[in-house]
């Protein structure tokens, strides 16, 4: 079935080349969330993730990363004892990272963990991204995150739109190999995004149901 419909993505001219990139990064996450995935490690709760997921929420969504490899880390419990709170997309060092969804740079900061990492609130959404390059520096009692190879300046408290290019994958905080850290947050509570990135798919191809077989 799968190999049928990703056959099927080269012969359609329906599709755009971004559209097909990320159908195909869609199956490969259904597939992910197959074996992975557990009912109870979203933390949101299920009836507030089926509204958001619902409707026209996903036309202006975008991909979060550009040259997108492959899914290293899915959301949910580790078998070390920890949760991880995000999904990890993995990209060639220094590929681009778009702003999920419109909205204002709430925090640009750099730690131990996450590296240098940007969270962008968009409504109730706060989405997360981690290991980014560059560096943090502050000015005016604001901090930025400057990437001079890249040609990227954001600023905390800057509006920026959906798709627009934010950062590029690194290697900063705690990582073995170059990947962005997402992790979304609604109403101060984590949701699996997987789930988003499903619904978005459905929502903006037109399509009612992703199959894994």
Same mark, same amino acid.
């Given at each position: 079935m799968t190999r049928k419909f990703l056959l099927s =993505? /080269?012969?359609?001219?329906?599709? &755009?080349?971004?559209?097909?990139?990320?159908?195909?990064?869609? =199956?490969?996450?259904?597939? *992910? =969330?197959?074996i992975n995935l557990?009912?109870?490690?979203?933390i949101a709760q299920e009836n507030e993730v089926n509204q958001i997921s619902t409707g026209s929420t996903?036309?202006?969504? &975008? $991909?979060p990363v550009e040259n997108f490899q492959e899914y290293t &880390?899915? $959301?949910?419990?580790? /078998?070390? /004892?920890? $949760?991880?709170?995000?999904?990890?997309?993995?990209?060639p060092l220094g590929s681009y990272i778009r702003n999920w969804w419109g909205g204002q740079v709430v925090e640009v900061f750099s730690d131990g963990r996450c590296g240098n990492g940007v969270i962008i609130k968009s409504g109730s959404w706060e989405h997360i991204y981690c290991h980014v390059n560059g560096e943090v520096g502050s000015s005016q009692g604001k901090n930025y995150l400057m990437d001079r190879a890249g040609g990227l300046v954001i600023w905390q408290g800057q509006i920026v739109p959906a /798709?627009?290019? =934010?950062?590029?994958?690194? *290697?900063?905080g705690r990582t073995t190999g170059p990947h962005l850290h997402w992790g979304l947050?609604?109403?101060?509570?984590?949701?699996?995004p997987a789930t988003v990135l499903q619904a978005m798919y459905m929502e903006q191809s037109g399509n009612r149901k992703i199959s894994s077989r």
């Open positions: =993505i /080269g012969t359609s001219k329906k599709l &755009s080349r971004s559209s097909k990139f990320v159908l195909i990064a869609v =199956i490969t996450l259904t597939a *992910m =969330i197959g557990q009912p109870q490690v979203s996903w036309q202006n969504a &975008s $991909f &880390s899915p $959301f949910g419990p580790r /078998g070390y /004892g920890e $949760f991880h709170y995000g999904l990890d997309l993995a990209a /798709g627009a290019r =934010i950062a590029r994958v690194g *290697m900063t947050k609604y109403g101060g509570q984590w949701v699996d």
